[in-house]
Antibody
């Protein structure tokens, strides 16, 4: 069965770029009509969708983060990645990658598989 | 942007109780609503998609209903493993996604 695993630095300095990778195992990132998303959650707070990518490379971003976010995909490695630039303490959160059901999947417009999450702290 | 408002923000209940959580959208979202359960230190788990479709493997005591702007998640008989925080999520404004603020179900 498909599993997701986030990886990347747990500590990033202010003004630098946060970089995370999500590795998909148990299935091909290119199979089906799924999108692949990043979602974050500050400690004790709710969930915020960051953005998604399709294996064609097309992307959608949360307008509140769009100017700082880049999501990319490497189908040969079965991975997709997040870059968030010019980070501040407000970007400190647990970051999740998730499989994002497109309109013709079994779970339309819902996130059915999640990674375990990775804590990223922005601090000098 | 479509805003999602959950109520209550927290609820205290006992094992065996029927629990209902409400999610209201700031504008109509058809049936493009999902519900998630999150336990401390864990990733959210999909319970319901398309407002009322039960995700595979989720116990039948969970059910969802609603369309337009008002939606509910019902747990028919609360079990010890159901104490968690629940989130709704809309996708009518696809490609944009928004989540509700969460409802914490606590032990009475």
């Amino acid at each position: 069965q498909v599993q997701l695993q986030e990886s990347g630095p747990g500590l990033v300095k202010p003004s630098q770029t946060l970089s995370l990778t999500c590795t998909v195992s148990g299935g091909s990132i290119s199979s089906g009509s799924y999108y692949w998303s990043w979602i974050r959650q500050p400690a004790g707070k709710g969930l915020e969708w960051i953005g998604r990518i399709y294996t064609s490379g097309s992307t959608n971003y949360n307008p509140s983060l769009k100017s700082r976010v880049t999501i990319s995909v490497d189908t040969s490695k079965n991975q997709f990645s997040l870059k968030l630039s010019s980070v501040t303490a407000a970007d400190t959160a647990v970051y999740y990658c998730a499989r994002d059901g497109g309109p013709i999947t079994m779970v339309p417009y819902a996130f059915d598989i999640w990674g375990q999450g990775t804590m990223v702290t922005v601090s000098s | 942007d479509i805003q999602m408002t959950q109520s209550p923000s927290s609820v205290s209940a006992s094992v065996g109780d029927r629990v209902t959580i409400t999610c209201r959208a700031s504008q109509g979202i058809s049936s493009w609503l999902a519900w998630y359960q999150q336990k401390p230190g864990k990733a959210p788990k999909l319970l319901i998609y398309a407002a009322s479709s039960l995700q595979s493997g989720v116990p039948s005591r969970f059910s969802g209903s609603g369309s337009g702007t008002d939606f509910t998640l019902t747990i028919s008989s609360l079990q010890p493993e159901d104490f968690a925080t629940y989130y709704c999520q809309q996708a009518n404004s696809f490609p944009l996604i928004t989540f509700g603020g969460g409802t914490k179900v606590e032990i009475k």
